[in-house]
């Protein structure tokens, strides 16, 4: 693997906090506008969506009722948000990566459209999962305990509720393994982190079954085994992500290894525009040595101008010399 990448998300263009709220804040922005234009054209389908959901409780033979004048009004703008979401999921799933993109290392962004498939993909397996299985089972549990002076009599308000929320909380359910794959990848989870922490998370499920379904036992058991099951799927995720992690830490290193340093950068050029220093006043120039540019002439007088540099001792001093001294002082 070449270095580019293994790049490390902090090599890339860094952000600054104001800068991350504003990226989010337009994710957020074109997500929102994504359910709406699906809203707009699932509220034409309307009647065909109620018909759908529906159709779990048309098996007992019992009409569904509104109180309200405005009610099946409200229920037809619910039902149309309720497909805006369903259908724009695709788009809400790619704003999420995209937002999360600069934080993964570059081999990882390539993966970034499989994980949209995969994140639509599940969402809808978990809503099935509640529609086909979950809603019938809870149904016939819930109006099993009538009785001929307890007859039933739902609104299809509190049915259409209770029916969405389990498709809805199903779905962010199911993304459990993304969600671990996803966090083991960039090192804030580990199999081993989730393992020691196992009978914390099973609190936590059933206290989050609690909120995310109908206040009803039923509802909340039925979310929170598939969720401690998902829980034990997402550990052996964890491990297969923890691996390759592992895998490409090492090749990286290796990498490295095999890679020879980067030359030192060369001397900084001297300063006053590349010239050398000059030489300091009276310090005598050295004499050139013979190249072969240059010619023996040249040669002999630079050699010339450097004797005259030094003056022989005889030419300024001669008190050791006989004649000299004659010629300073002569006889009388």
Known sequence: MSAKEHETPDEEKRMPFLDHLEELRWRLIKSIAAVMVMAM??????????????????????????????????????????????????VIFYQFWKFVAPGLYPHEKKYV????????????VGAAFAYFIIVPFGLRFLIGFET?????????????????????????????????????????????????????????????????????????????????????ISIWVSKAAK???????????????RTPPPPPPPPPAPSGGGQPPEAPKGTPPEAPAMTPEMEPDEAE??????????????????????????????PD
């Open 301 to 330: 007088t630079e050699a010339e101008e450097t004797d005259d540099f030094y003056p022989e001792e005889s030419e300024t001093t001669g008190l050791g010399d006989d004649e000299e001294d004659e010629e300073l002082y002569p």
């Open 113 to 124: 459209p499989t994980i949209i498939v995969i994140s639509t993909f599940n969402f809808l």
């Open 243 to 257: 691996r390759k992690r592992d895998e490409a830490k090492s090749a990286e290193e290796e990498e490295s290894v």
């Open 41 to 90: 054209v699932s509220y034409m389908f309307s009647e065909q969506i109620l018909n759908i959901l529906t159709h779990p409780y048309a098996k007992f033979s019992r009409p569904l009722i509104f109180l309200a004048p405005t009610e099946g009004f409200m229920i037809r703008i619910k039902l149309a948000l309720f497909g805006g979401l369903i259908f724009a999921l695709p």
């Open 148 to 232: 001929p002076d307890l007859q039933a009599s739902i609104r299809i308000k509190d049915y259409l509720s209770f029916i969405t929320n389990l498709m809805l909380a199903f779905g962010v359910v199911f993304e459990l393994p993304i969600l671990a794959f996803f966090l083991t990848r960039i090192g804030i989870i580990t199999p081993e982190f989730m393992k020691k922490y196992r009978r914390y998370a099973i609190v936590i499920v059933f206290v989050l079954a609690a909120v995310l379904t109908p206040p009803d036992v039923f509802s909340q058991i039925a979310l929170a085994i598939p969720l401690v099951l998902l829980y034990e």
